[in-house]
């Protein structure tokens, strides 16, 4: 698999959006985008679909927005980061390794015997992962008691849990909801994936989500609803948060499962199947950075 | 017979006395902490207790949350609700997580007697138990109840710790052992081992007595823990005895029988009868009927004594 390099600097710390901020943050997940598509292809398993479409998210968060440093994963102030459609693992583990947790050597890993790169993140096997997950569902309730835990303590770390939409079925996810309202938890974000697709086809026959603002507005959540694409976009959301008071907020973010890869884009089979050799061609064709295209 | 106290108030008074030692534990509760007793913590700690409605699921997930960010949480629910609607939450994230949340089971068993098998609790160790990196802790009284609270807040991993909801007969005082994971001998004998936990300590050691009237010595030893098994304690028991007997408030299918059989099968076969409820749910009435009515009554534990002898090889 063609390995991703660790040159991009870290960027945006000053909280500036400027173009080369932007510009920067593309060009990082495009690399994450062709990260994912190369795990999984190299391994022959694996969740492109929803990792495709949750990378521009990641890479907002991990290259711009969280307080992290990778060489203490443990630090106790550091911002929490749950993924909880943890079938993105391939998304979370390119962001994790480019971020330094992890060389990015054992991305090559993924999936096989006596790695850390569990088929599903795994919190006690792999650097910066805050909380195993891969069933659906638990992410909000545990990201609100870690923000319950940040207020106990008067530690001013904050909580991200970015899920999918499909796992908004579950309805533990809502029981979540109510605990993160009635204690008021304005250091909880969560994040919602809204790719439209799930395993079984499109989310909208499957069981409906719509209204999905009003639902959380109902619930006692400041809603932002942006194109989760729109790094821009995602990157003045995040900077809006801080600025909520007195309620949790959910980023509702459109996203296209499959984003960037042309055959994949909103096809629920690409839910959780490898690509053909001549496939993996194509979407490192699709991938592939502007310059090249232009030559 | 022996003074009998509530199970469920000793565990709420020592989880409120233990909050003020340890100010890393926090409790919740599912709108049943007037039943649990937690509402005596919570009365004391305000700001360190939540009561999160009927969201059982939910309120296991929250605890890890908080258990990620340093705290001990209490999660308290009724066993049943604990064991089967929150049984995928302990164990993707409390179990396979390895997050150390302490599970508090009230109203297990029979206990909840009145209300009936939807509130009866006879299945949960079973589905516990089977989960790896869970630890499974049965408190025969309420003196066992007390001391189980500090030892499970300070073992170092998730606990699923079952109670008693009623007034039970005290059995030990407070210098009794207690160390999550040993198994107590209660009584010496050489003719039979009986292995017993939770409530049926007492009705074993009745048992136990009614036995020496008829020439058998019976030896009795309680489980508090029923994972990690005392394996070493029951394999001697078995090589010293040539028999066992199991009694538990649960199912005969997955609880303390079951672990006992399996760690003899494999490690020193002798024959094992099983006391409890033989596979079907039990009904609606006074709590010590019901256990008479469900195989649970020391008659019962003195025939299996007497059948476990039996069926030792003759040599």
């Known amino acids: ?295 | 017979m022996a003074e009998l106290q509530s199970v469920r108030v000793a565990y709420g008074q020592a989880l409120a006395e233990y909050g003020a030692v340890n100010d890393r534990v926090v409790v919740l509760d599912a709108d049943v902490s007037a039943s649990t007793q937690s509402h005596l913590f919570g009365s004391k700690f305000p700001s360190r207790f939540f009561n999160v409605g009927i969201a059982e699921p939910g309120m296991v997930d929250m605890a890890v949350g908080l258990a990620l960010g340093g705290k001990i949480p209490f999660v308290n629910t009724f066993a049943f609700l604990l064991a089967f609607r929150a049984a995928e939450q302990i164990r993707t994230c409390v179990a396979y997580s390895r997050v150390d949340v302490k599970l508090a089971a009230h109203y297990a068993g029979l206990s909840d007697s009145f209300d009936g098998p939807t509130h009866q609790s006879i299945s949960d160790v079973a589905a516990m138990r089977g989960l790896p990196d869970l630890a499974v802790v049965i408190p025969a009284d309420a003196t066992e109840a007390r001391l189980a609270v500090k030892a499970v807040a300070e073992y170092p991993g998730p606990v699923y710790l079952r109670l008693n909801r009623n007034e039970v007969p005290v059995l030990f005082d407070e210098s009794h052992p207690f160390q999550i994971g040993k198994g107590v001998t209660l009584r010496d004998g050489g003719d039979v081992t009986l292995i017993c936990t939770g409530m049926m300590v007492s009705r074993t050691l009745e048992a136990a007595e009614a036995l020496r009237g008829m020439g058998i010595d019976a030896r009795v030893l309680e489980l508090h823990t029923i994972k990690p098994l005392d394996s070493e304690l029951v394999i001697q028991a078995a090589r010293e005895t040539s028999c066992v007997v199991t009694t538990e408030e649960h199912s005969v299918i997955g609880g303390l029988g079951s672990a006992v059989a399996e760690t003899l099968a494999e490690e020193f076969p002798v024959p094992v009868v099983r006391v409890g409820i033989r596979d079907r749910f039990a009904e609606t009435g006074p709590y010590f009927d019901l256990l008479d009515r469900y195989g649970m009554a020391v008659a019962d534990v003195v025939s299996a004594a007497k059948r476990a002898i039996g069926m030792k090889k003759e040599c």
Not at chain 1, 123 to 138: D, F, I, Q, S
Not at chain 1, 141 to 148: F, M, S
């Open chain 1, 1 to 295: 698999m063609s390995q991703p390099s660790a040159s991009v600097p870290l960027v945006g710390s000053d909280r500036h959006h400027t173009e080369q901020v932007i510009l920067d943050l593309e060009k990082r997940a495009r690399e994450i985008r062709r990260t994912v598509v190369s795990m999984v292809y190299g391994v022959g398993s694996g969740h492109p679909g929803g990792s495709l479409s949750a990378t521009d998210i990641l890479t907002s968060l991990f290259f711009h927005q969280l307080r992290l440093d990778p060489t203490n994963p443990c630090w106790e102030d550091r911002d929490r980061f749950i993924l909880s459609k943890g079938h993105a693992a391939p998304a979370l583990y390119a962001s994790l390794a480019m971020r330094g947790f992890f060389p990015v050597e054992e991305l090559s890993t993924f999936r096989r015997l006596d790695s850390r790169l569990q088929g599903h993140p795994d919190r006690n096997k792999t650097p910066g992962v805050e909380m195993t997950a891969g069933a659906l569902g638990h992410g909000l309730a545990i990201g609100a008691g870690l923000a319950l835990s940040a207020r106990l303590d008067g530690r001013s770390f904050r909580s991200y849990v970015l899920m999918g939409d499909g796992e908004l079925q579950a309805g533990v996810v809502w029981e979540g909801a109510m605990m993160a309202s009635k204690y008021r938890l304005d250091n909880l974000t969560a994040i919602v994936d809204f790719n439209g697709v799930q395993l079984d086809g499109m989310v909208a026959d499957i069981m409906p989500l719509d209204p999905l603002a009003d639902k959380w507005r109902a619930f006692g959540w400041h809603v932002l609803e942006i194109d989760g694409h729109n790094l821009r976009q995602v990157l003045e959301a995040l900077d809006e948060v801080p600025k909520l008071h007195a309620k949790p907020t959910v980023i509702i973010a459109h996203t296209i499962k499959g984003k960037g890869v042309s055959y994949m884009e909103n096809k629920s089979a690409w839910h959780g199947r490898a690509p053909t050799p001549e496939q993996y061609d194509q979407a490192m064709a699709d991938l592939a950075e502007p310059e090249a295209n232009r030559g």
